[in-house]
Nanobody, 127 residues
Framework: QVQLVESGGGLVQAGDSLRVSCTAT????????MAWFRQAPGKEREFVAY?????????YLNSVKGRFTISSVNTKNTVVHLRMTMLEPEDTAVYYC???????????????????WGQGTQVTVSS
């Protein structure tokens, strides 16, 4: 049973930085393709960032490019961070970690391509 656990959310002010983390159950021989999504109140969940199973490729939502950085601390992507800087009130949302053992995705932004999800962590940015 694959489990994803997010941590690190909180309340910050606009312009501040915050890091959220995702810890996944280690797979015996495969690495995860990982992504972060977020859902703001009254809005649909949206893609934020992606890291490939080999850690070499990353992809971001346009509005977070240059401000957010996704990274992995090991080759299996069992611990993935999302470093968020220059936070804006519009970044307020519940942030979800998502994973799949599929290496090549047709669309990394599509949540249907991810098989495992965490419970989410709240990030609130005050103005």
């Amino acid at each position: 049973q694959v489990q994803l656990v997010e941590s690190g959310g909180g309340l910050v002010q606009a312009g501040d930085s915050l890091r959220v983390s995702c810890t996944a159950t280690e797979h015996a021989y495969m690495s995860y393709t990982m992504a972060w999504f977020r859902q703001a109140p009254g809005k649909e969940r949206e893609f934020v960032a992606y890291i490939s199973s080999n850690g070499r490729n990353v992809y971001y939502l346009n509005s977070v490019k240059g401000r957010f950085t996704i990274s992995s601390v090991n080759t299996k992507n069992t611990v993935v961070h999302l470093r968020m800087t220059m936070l804006e009130p519009e970044d307020t949302a519940v942030y979800y970690c998502a994973a799949t053992l599929t290496r090549s995705l047709t669309d990394v932004r599509n949540e249907l391509n991810y098989d495992y999800w965490g419970q989410g962590t709240q990030v609130t940015v005050s103005s």
